[in-house]
């Protein structure tokens, strides 16, 4: 059952689990598909993924710098050694992105979602949250939806991708 973009794909007990490659980071990632989800728009999703413009990206890595920052007093308690001012894309190699959740499409838009590691915040790991070209959520892994309003994340003070 695989697509032009997603391996290995496999009917789950939640979720069509798959795997595709995230060239940011040079490596295969799981790929969790709602069982409602068309896979013609989770291959979208994927290619999307693996033409991220430039200013998503440093959206996304400017929220995890935020979120890293706001840690910086508990990295020597959980000897984590994360240089002071780290910027831009710096951060990535201190992420490990493990699956990219694709949830049922409101629109035409690729949408979703990340649930990675991060070595600044073991328990709650690190989400990403894109919708088209934006950077809606960085922070601790919510299950964020990627479909739910814009000012809802907006407003949202767990939010690193909206601190300045």
């Not at 969790?32 to 994927?46: H, L, R």
Request: glycine share 6%.
């Amino acid at each position: 059952m695989d697509t032009a973009k997603i391996k290995d794909i496999k009917k789950g007990q939640f979720t069509y689990e798959g795997k595709a490659f995230f060239p940011l980071f040079n490596k295969e990632i799981q790929v969790f598909i709602d069982f409602d989800a068309p896979m013609d728009y989770a291959d979208k999703c994927v290619e999307h993924l693996e033409n991220l413009k430039d200013y998503t990206i440093d959206g996304l890595c400017k929220g995890a710098v935020n979120y890293c920052e706001e840690f910086r007093d508990l990295l020597e308690e959980i000897d984590v050694t994360i240089p002071e001012g780290i910027q831009g894309r710096d951060i990535l190699q201190y992420i490990y992105p493990r699956i990219m959740i694709i949830e049922v499409p409101r629109g035409d838009e690729p949408a979703f979602h990340f649930e990675c590691d991060c070595e600044w915040e073991p328990e709650h790991g690190l989400e990403w949250t894109v919708r088209g070209d934006e950077t809606l959520y960085v922070g601790e892994f919510g299950d964020e939806k990627p479909w739910s309003d814009r000012d809802y994340f907006k407003n949202a003070s767990w939010n690193y991708a909206e601190l300045e």
